[in-house]
């Protein structure tokens, strides 16, 4: 039996479910603050600040979104692999440890595209969460001469010690339509083991890459002000207070 029979791989136009009471996992800079340091990454991929996307409108100009991320820094995939005209398809199925033919055979005209992976281990219902942001440029609505459209795909992937990987497809071209994006989303995912394990997140192009896709990646956790920076801000307005009620006593 191959292995990619045996990895039960399943997908779904949705983020897989999570048990409400599970420990959150613990992967090395889930946001991003510290750039790319602790993930693997393949492709195109920067880590970035608040940025703009320009996504397909029937307007001249599209529509532009500004892409906040939760705290400082998120990471940005590109579908353009960094190099023009070079499918790399099958170098990003080894990449997130994939038997060859794997996404094309849920992306069938998967072209090019990038990726990013980091290891961590984790316990039997323990809870994996990352947050996506795809925007497609892409027309969704336009039609090739064989009647198929647009389709620039992202995805992600958990691989277990033994290779058994969960492949689930996050959004596309023609789940978003013409407003282009998702918005913040998150992926979750319960560990059914004690193991080591690998997430990856990809974006691919569908078919060529004139126009290419974005992911966003990042945790979901805010900036959040210490207890001492609180005490400041509560010092600071109690000054403000006393000053005000100061000037109020001298015009009196």
């Known amino acids: 039996m191959n292995r990619l029979a045996r990895s039960g791989v399943f997908c779904a136009f949705c983020s897989l479910s999570a ?6 996992v613990a992967l090395s800079n889930p946001g991003f603050e ?7 990454h393949i492709g195109d991929v920067i880590a970035t600040p608040t940025t703009t996307v320009t ?18 820094r998120m990471a940005q995939l590109t579908s353009n692999n ?4 070079n499918p790399n398809i099958a170098d990003l199925d080894e990449f997130f440890g994939l038997p060859e033919g794997t996404i094309t055979s849920y992306i069938p005209e998967a072209y090019n595209g990038s990726g990013i992976k980091q290891s961590f281990t984790g316990s039997a219902d323990d809870v994996l969460t990352q947050y996506y942001n795809f925007f497609s440029v892409e027309d ?9 459209h647009p ?11 033994s290779g058994l990987s969960i492949f689930a497809l996050l959004a596309s071209s023609q789940s978003v339509g013409l407003p282009g994006h998702t918005g913040w989303e998150s992926f979750n995912y319960t560990l059914l083991a004690d193991d080591t394990y690998t997430i ?27 207890p001492g920076s609180f005490a400041l801000l509560a010092l600071g307005l109690g000054g403000l207070a006393c000053l005000r009620r100061r000037k109020v006593a001298l015009r009196s």
């Open 55 to 72: 996504t397909y409108d029937p307007s001249p100009d599209g529509s532009t979104w500004t892409v906040y991320p939760f705290q400082t």
């Open 82 to 85: 960094g190099v023009n005209f």
């Open 140 to 148: 969704s609505e336009w039609v090739y001469d064989d009647g198929t």
């Open 200 to 226: 990856g997140f990809g974006v691919v192009n569908w078919r060529d890459e004139y126009f290419d896709a974005l992911l966003f990646i990042d945790d979901g956790t805010r900036t959040v002000l210490e």
């Open 19 to 24: 048990a409400a009471f599970g420990a959150p």
């Open 34 to 40: 510290s750039g790319l340091t602790g993930w693997t």
């Open 151 to 161: 389709d620039d795909t992202a995805f992600a992937v958990v691989t277990d010690s």
